[in-house]
């Protein structure tokens, strides 16, 4: 089985053929050290993936051939959504990164009252743009081949008016709640957990998600980082009712 993957967008088949960009062709050649006749997987985010191999490199372009449709197995029942408070700098890239790792199926990033970033519109959708590459690369390394959706970041009391009904639990971590993450009832499929930035919420904030139905939990005595709050609290909604426990759902 190869090793390498790499995710490419779009529709293909068995025996067809395709021309890399010089980016994707740069990375196989001079990082991955490719050549003619090697054999690598690619997919395409939707759940598709399939053997390849590279039947030409060149300096700026190389052309893969699809030989067949391969079965993964890497995708997690729990269809988790996180909503989280945008943090700085490669804090989030973190987040954004693991999460994919630990099976999320969608990222909504958020503007709190008490985050520190500030971003317009512009800056907004490039970077969203950038954190789908991370999620991109990251399911490129953990064998995963389908790509969570990482929507354009939005103020949260905005999400809170277009928040999806169909969830069967909506969670919000708050330090010193009384019921444990842990201890919540199984949820079927869906789960909804949100997320504060490196300030955490402010109480307007907690009374509008307990306005709309979330649920306050804890995951321990102590208070986490934001980053580490997130794949902590993904890692025991997976060991529990995800693909991390030893039956899973």
């Not at 408070?85 to 990033?109: C, N, Y």
Request: glycine content about 10%.
């Amino acid at each position: 089985m190869p090793r390498t993957r790499l995710y490419i967008d779009g529709r293909y088949g068995t025996g067809s053929e395709m021309e890399l960009d010089a980016d994707r062709s740069r990375y196989l050649t001079r990082v991955l050290r490719l050549r003619g006749g090697d054999s690598l997987l690619v997919f395409n985010g939707d759940g598709d993936e399939f053997r390849a191999t590279m039947l030409s490199a060149g300096k700026n372009s190389a052309t893969l051939r699809i030989d067949e449709q391969t079965v993964a197995q890497t995708e997690s029942k729990l269809r988790v959504h996180l909503v989280q408070g945008i943090s700085r700098g490669e804090r989030m890239d973190f987040v954004v990164q693991k999460a994919t790792e630990l099976g999320i199926k969608r990222i909504t990033p958020v503007l709190t009252e008490y985050g520190v970033v500030k971003l317009d519109s512009g800056r907004a959708e490039k970077r969203r743009d950038h954190w789908q590459k991370v999620a991109a690369s990251a399911c490129e390394q953990c064998g995963r081949v389908r790509l969570p959706l990482v929507e354009a970041p939005v103020t949260l009391k905005e999400w809170f008016g277009s928040a999806p009904a169909n969830v069967d639990a909506q969670l919000i971590l708050q330090p010193g709640a009384a019921m444990p993450l842990a201890a919540i009832s199984a949820p079927p499929t869906k789960v909804c957990l949100l997320i504060g930035p490196e300030g955490g919420f402010s109480d307007n904030e907690y009374e509008d998600a307990e306005v709309v139905g979330f649920r306050p939990v804890a995951i321990g005595p102590r208070i986490l980082r934001t980053e580490t709050a997130a794949i902590a609290a993904l890692a025991i909604l997976q060991s529990l009712w995800g693909d991390l426990g030893s039956s899973g759902l």
